[in-house]
């Protein structure tokens, strides 16, 4: 199957400091990616479209200046928390898909963010 | 709205003992139906994608079928190794891109 290569896999960071997250597709181009967060027994939650070129689309709800994301090639979307907070501290997930036609998203292996 | 239910949350089996994951949804158009396993602290891994209805598809000790209303996951004499949640996702005619929106999931242990 594809990869999907996220980084770093954990990170602890102080409140009011900024922490980056990176997704690469590692042997194909996406120009979609999409942003998950999922806090602890729950499922995944939507937090947003990464469009590599153009604006990301964030879902209801997701603030926009904290979270900020660039898809800056075909193959990185990063995640960007701003000004974290200890309700930040998460699970962040990246996935990607081969095309834009239907088919299976790829998933990175997840960022543990704990904001102390 | 689009809603995809799983069921059970939880699941314990014995080494051995087969059952049945279920995901019903409720759509405005299905594009598709994918499962993913998840162990903890990592990201989905992808295990299957369904298009129609009466489609199946079948890996290892796990099989994959869906209807116009559900897709089951039937795990066959499970072993310690497939402990894990299951997540089961669709993506919808009016969802942009390739969108998915997930289930719960069912948290899967099975006992040696």
């Known amino acids: 199957g594809a990869v999907v290569s996220q980084h770093p896999s954990w990170v602890i960071c102080k409140s009011g400091t900024s922490v980056k997250i990176e997704c690469r597709s590692l042997?194909?181009?996406?120009?979609?990616m999409f942003w998950y967060r999922q806090f602890p027994k729950q499922s995944l939650m939507l937090m947003a479209t990464?469009?590599?070129?153009?604006?990301?689309?964030?879902e209801q709800g997701v603030e926009k200046d904290k979270f900020l994301i660039n898809h800056a090639s075909l193959t990185l979307s990063t995640l960007t928390v701003t000004s974290a907070h200890p309700e930040d501290s998460s699970f962040y997930i990246c996935?990607?898909?081969?095309?834009?036609?239907?088919?299976?998203?790829?998933f990175g292996q997840g960022t543990r963010l704990t904001v102390v | 709205e689009d809603q995809v239910t799983q069921s059970p949350e939880a699941l314990r089996l014995q080494e051995g003992e087969s059952s049945s994951l279920n995901c019903s949804y409720t759509v405005s158009g299905l594009r598709g139906l994918f499962w993913y396993r998840q162990d903890p602290g990592k990201g989905p891994e992808f295990l299957f994608t369904l298009y129609s209805a009466g489609e199946e598809k079948e890996k290892e000790r796990l099989k994959a079928t869906l209807t116009k209303k559900e897709s089951f996951l039937h795990i066959t004499a499970p072993k310690p190794e497939d402990s894990a949640t299951y997540l089961c996702?669709?993506?919808?005619?009016?969802?942009?891109?390739?969108?998915?929106?997930f289930g719960g999931g069912t948290r899967v242990l099975v006992k040696p």
């Open positions: 996702a669709v993506r919808t005619i009016k969802a942009a891109g390739n969108k998915l929106t």
């Open positions: 996935s990607a898909s081969r095309s834009k036609v239907n088919t299976e998203a790829f």
């Open positions: 990464s469009n590599e070129g153009s604006k990301a689309t964030y």
């Open positions: 042997d194909f181009q996406a120009t979609t």
